[in-house]
């Protein structure tokens, strides 16, 4: 069992491209997450989906998007990169059934640099 | 509005005993987290309270007050492994985590 799989491990691009970064989780987990990290700050939410075909805004949404067309994918997508986008990405899931307590678990992440 | 707030750097010493505090603010309350982060890799999960007390899992115990809005993390013997960062995080009424910073311990020999 491999939990969440991100892709790529890092990246460097190059500012008004176009990236996806990707997800994967075996889990069966209803729930999934996209957070930035940045030094000195905590874990900032960017989209997350509570289910599959349902998204939502998180507290850092602007320039990026998510789709959620399966229970196991959840691909977060900068339309056009900015260097203030340059962070390190982390994917979690979270079982809301009702049957745990919401633990959230992360994939490896993504260190993403927009020069 | 919604705030975690931890300090930023603790040192300790190998063997000895480190109380690590929050303090939150969330529109609701569904629960405190912990969460431990080694340097370059991902939060793992620690420790869950939602009622007031004391959860002792080995070496870590996790403390919370819900009247005062405060909680703690309690690492005993403390090995060099330990030293990582670890994240405050409060659940709020919507389910989602609400993150503090997070306090970088150093352990010294």
């Known amino acids: 069992i491999a939990g969440i799989t991100q892709a790529p491990t890092s990246q460097i691009l190059a500012a008004g491209r176009r990236m996806t970064l990707r997800c994967t989780q075996d889990m069966r987990h209803n729930a999934m997450y996209w957070y930035r990290q940045d030094l000195g700050l905590g874990l900032r939410l960017i989209h997350y989906s509570n289910t599959a075909g349902t998204t939502g805004k998180g507290e850092v949404p602007d320039g990026y998007s998510v789709s959620r067309a399966n229970t196991d994918d959840f691909p977060l997508t900068l339309a056009s990169a900015v260097p203030s986008q340059t962070s390190v990405y982390f994917c979690?899931?979270?079982?809301?059934?009702?049957?745990?307590?919401?633990?959230?678990?992360f994939g490896p992440g993504t260190r993403l640099t927009v020069l | 509005g919604q705030n975690i707030d931890q300090p930023t750097e603790m040192t300790a010493t190998e063997g000895a005993i480190v109380q690590i505090n929050c303090t939150y603010q969330?529109?609701?309350?569904?629960?405190l987290f912990w969460y431990q982060q080694h340097a370059g890799e991902a939060p793992t999960f620690l420790s869950y309270?939602?009622l007031d007390g004391l959860e002792e899992k080995g070496r870590f115990s996790s403390f919370l007050s819900r009247s005062k809005g405060y909680s703690y993390l309690l690492l005993k013997e403390l090995q060099m492994k330990d030293s990582a960062s670890y994240l405050c995080a409060g659940m709020d009424s919507n389910y989602q985590l609400i993150w503090g910073a997070g306090t970088k311990l150093i352990i010294k020999p």
């Open positions: 979690a899931s979270s079982d809301q059934s009702g049957g745990d307590i919401n633990t959230q678990y």
């Open positions: 309270n939602v």
């Open positions: 969330t529109s609701g309350f569904n629960g």
